[in-house]
């Protein structure tokens, strides 16, 4: 069992902030990225921010210079710290996990999802 719990989301004003956080759980070997998409209304599920346990960062460019991704790789913990957001922010935000559970194989995890909304 591999389990992906979100914290955070909810009502923020143009120009503020929110962080969101995602822990994983459950019987697990070792976790190679964690990151963040989002889907807005009437669009397709976008890749936000990936970051592997390595440290390396992908940042998709309507974010980028906004957001920033972090983790705590003892923790299987990953976070994003949304900056200066704009209307078009809003979205359901998910989680993601490429996990190594114990004695499985590879795969992806989601979680559950969050909602943001950006607006005044």
């Known amino acids: 069992q591999v389990h992906l719990v979100e914290s955070g989301g909810g009502l923020v004003q143009p120009g503020g902030s929110l962080g969101l956080s995602c822990a994983a759980s459950?019987?697990?070997?070792?976790?190679?990225?964690m990151g963040w998409h989002r889907q807005a209304p009437g669009k397709q599920r976008e890749l936000v921010a990936g970051?592997?346990?390595?440290?390396?960062?992908n940042i998709a460019d309507p974010v980028k210079g906004r957001f920033t991704i972090s983790r705590d790789n003892a923790k299987n913990t990953v976070y994003l710290q949304m900056n200066r957001m704009k209307p078009e922010d809003t979205a359901v935000y998910y989680c993601?996990?490429?996990?190594?559970?114990?004695?499985?194989?590879?795969?992806?995890?989601w979680g559950q999802g969050t909602q943001v909304t950006v607006s005044s």
């Open positions: 993601f996990a490429e996990v190594l559970p114990n004695g499985g194989s590879w795969g992806d995890y």
């Open positions: 459950g019987s697990i070997e070792a976790i190679s990225a």
């Open positions: 970051i592997t346990n390595g440290g390396s960062t």
